[in-house]
């Protein structure tokens, strides 16, 4: 099965531009994640969907954070406008099922940077 | 809150070394403990997990035991090889949810 697909894998832009990240989930997953790795740590949970309802956003700084996913399957996370602080790894995550027992499978990540 | 810590690296071993990289967690009831591993340029995926006191994970050869006592879930391999190579992450997610919390990452470098 094809995994999770993120793009760009890279992107350098400018503080206070817009940027724009998308993923695409394993056919059939019905959650979907949103997490954020700064260098050094372990990622951490921006948001989380069951099919195209958010149902925890409770870390995603909606100030300059948004994200949606139409149709319960593809989804996009913006910022807008960005900061020094943005720069980090995005990662999506999708899961069959929201369960302890429907592992996560991960996408490679968007290295973003931020000048 | 809940949170996870795990033993800083890099940890540099020589191949078919014994491996050790420590986890201990602080969370309410009973999680569920994970180790992922990302090898370079890949994304991260699931080495194996314990989802009740006592249970041992295993996978690739790599074990992890779920300590309640020790609020522990150490990674053990043994034998290395270079092909190991990677950052490990220790996570938990709390009692039946799927939110994971991850460690810092453990990086692993084998040399042949």
């Known amino acids: 099965e094809a995994g999770v697909v993120q793009s760009p894998r890279y992107k350098i832009i400018e503080k206070k531009q817009p940027v724009a990240f998308w993923c695409n989930p394993i056919s059939g997953h019905n959650t979907l994640y949103w997490y954020r790795q700064n260098l050094g740590q372990g990622p951490e949970l921006l948001i989380r969907?069951?099919?195209?309802?958010?149902?925890?956003d409770s870390q995603l700084p909606k100030d300059r954070f948004s994200a949606e996913r139409l149709k319960g399957v593809d989804s996009t996370l913006k910022i807008q406008p960005a900061e020094l602080g943005d720069s980090a790894v995005y990662l999506c995550?999708?899961?069959?099922?929201?369960?302890?027992?429907?592992?996560?499978?991960f996408g490679n990540g968007t290295r973003l940077t931020v000048t | 809150g809940d949170s996870v810590t795990q033993m800083e690296g890099p940890v540099t071993l020589s191949e078919e070394a014994f491996l050790t990289i420590n986890c201990t967690y602080t969370?309410?009831?009973?999680?569920?403990l994970f180790w992922y591993v990302q090898y370079p340029g890949e994304g991260l995926q699931l080495l194996l997990k314990a989802t009740k006191a006592d249970d041992k994970g295993s996978n690739k050869g790599f074990e992890a035991t779920y300590r309640k006592e020790t609020t522990s879930f150490h990674l053990e391999k043994g034998s290395v090889q270079v092909s190991d190579s990677a950052v490990y992450f220790c996570?938990?997610?709390?009692?039946?949810?799927?939110?994971?919390?991850f460690g810092t990452g453990t990086r692993l470098q084998v040399f042949p």
């Open positions: 969907y069951e099919n195209e309802e958010a149902v925890d």
């Open positions: 995550a999708s899961s069959l099922r929201g369960s302890v027992d429907s592992p996560l499978h």
């Open positions: 996570a938990l997610s709390a009692y039946n949810t799927d939110k994971l919390i």
């Open positions: 969370a309410t009831g009973y999680p569920s």
